[in-house]
């Protein structure tokens, strides 16, 4: 069985809502997509694992460009860091958070965390 030393959950809930306030109507696929060729350029398709995620309750938050995402990782002490993000930010996630174990501020929901520790 693979071990990862982080997991990135991305919100892609979408109930077809006309208002398209879910996160897979926002830029769910989208985060969820970049977060793919990105995992690959940096070459950690191997030490990160991405999944989707339902609902995280945390739609109202994101602007049509966003999501709601979870990363657990790369250590421990880091707990669970909840980001609101746009394809444009998962560049910095990655290499300032999976790579350099360093949470990135800007896109961080800060009403949203899990201690493990």
Known sequence: MAQFE???LVCTNSEGAEDKRHCGDKAGEDVRQRF??????HQLQDK?????VGCTSQHGKC??????????????AQGGVWYVASPDDVEEIITEH??????????RNDERSVNLS
């Open 98 to 107: 999976l790579i350099n174990g360093k949470v990135v501020d800007r896109p």
């Open 63 to 76: 602007d049509t460009s966003q999501t709601s995402l979870t990363v657990y990782g790369p250590s421990a």
């Open 6 to 8: 982080a997991q990135v």
């Open 36 to 41: 793919n060729q990105l995992l690959v350029k």
């Open 48 to 52: 990160v694992t991405i999944c989707d």
